[in-house]
């Protein structure tokens, strides 16, 4: 049974970091690629990030680009997100998703359907 467990939002002030883990169990992890998504009350879920299987190539979706850093551990089963400068617009809540099959697509489509299991969600509140 693949489990997905984002950790680490919380309430940040405008301009702080805050560092999102991802934990998967149940598959082969160092073999697919993951993907970071968020979304905001009364938004569309929204690509912020993948990483490939081998950390290799990374993407970014564009509103987070220069800010938000993705990485991987295969030794861990764990996938970071680390994000900097954040911004009120930043506020969301933010999923870990793994594709059914490896390797999966990382790319700057960045899109949702191409993802099949989805962690619960962390929620990442930025304000003053």
């Known amino acids: 049974q693949v489990q997905v467990v984002e950790s680490g939002g919380g309430l940040v002030q405008p301009g702080g970091s805050l560092r999102l883990s991802c934990v998967v169990s149940?598959?082969?992890?160092?073999?697919?690629?993951i993907g970071w998504f968020r979304q905001a009350p009364g938004k569309e879920r929204e690509g912020v990030s993948c990483v490939s299987s081998n950390d290799a190539i990374t993407y970014y979706g564009d509103s987070v680009k220069r800010r938000f850093v993705i990485s991987r551990d295969n030794s861990m089963n764990t996938v970071y997100l680390q994000m900097d400068s954040l911004k009120p617009e930043d506020t969301a809540t933010y999923y870990c998703?793994?594709?059914?099959?490896?390797?999966?697509?990382?790319?700057?489509?960045?899109?949702?359907?191409?993802?099949?299991?989805w962690g619960p969600g962390t929620q990442v509140t930025v304000s003053s």
């Open positions: 998703a793994v594709p059914q099959w490896p390797p999966g697509r990382c790319d700057d489509a960045l899109q949702d359907q191409d993802y099949y299991y």
């Open positions: 149940g598959l082969s992890f160092p073999y697919y690629v």
